[in-house]
């Protein structure tokens, strides 16, 4: 199921002009924090918080990494798609796994603006969950994106009017 659906939605931005890009699950330090600007004393870099190997490989906690070795390798303009499994050491339960699959995409062009990012979402939300869902785009804070924002969509079972799955929220 899960390699039907990362195929899925990775057919649904190739058809948006996106390129397929995959990276090492065994990632350099330089890689996986420096070169995205997260700092040496950010608690992802601590030891309790990233599976390190030895003092400079780890396996990477996110796919962001391939942003990086396809931006020191391509001239823009750049649509990459970057599937991938992560691991980071969190608690086993019901919504998190010390290994899971991310979905991460970016665009470098001249004139990209945040509503090219609004368009893409919105056509990959009713590619991947239909023409009749609704989605809310609004702000929110990461530390390693600005601007940002968030997706909300309408719930698939009960088309937004409320029920026991979106705990009656629509």
Known sequence: ????????????FTQMGFSVVLGPEIESEENNFTGLNIPLNHPSRDAFDTFYINSKLLLRS????????????RIPPLAVIVPGKVYRPDAVDASHSFMFHQIEGFMVDKDIKFSDLK????????????????????????PFTEPSAEVDISCIICKGK??????RKG
């Open 1 to 12: 199921p899960l390699t039907l659906i990362i195929n899925e939605i990775c057919g649904i």
């Open 62 to 73: 996110h796919t962001s990494p391939v942003q990086i070795r396809v931006m020191k390798e």
């Open 162 to 167: 409320g029920c026991s799955v979106c705990g």
């Open 119 to 142: 368009g893409v979402l919105e056509t990959f939300a009713k590619a991947i969950f239909g023409q009749e869902i609704k989605m809310r785009f609004r702000p929110h804070f990461f």
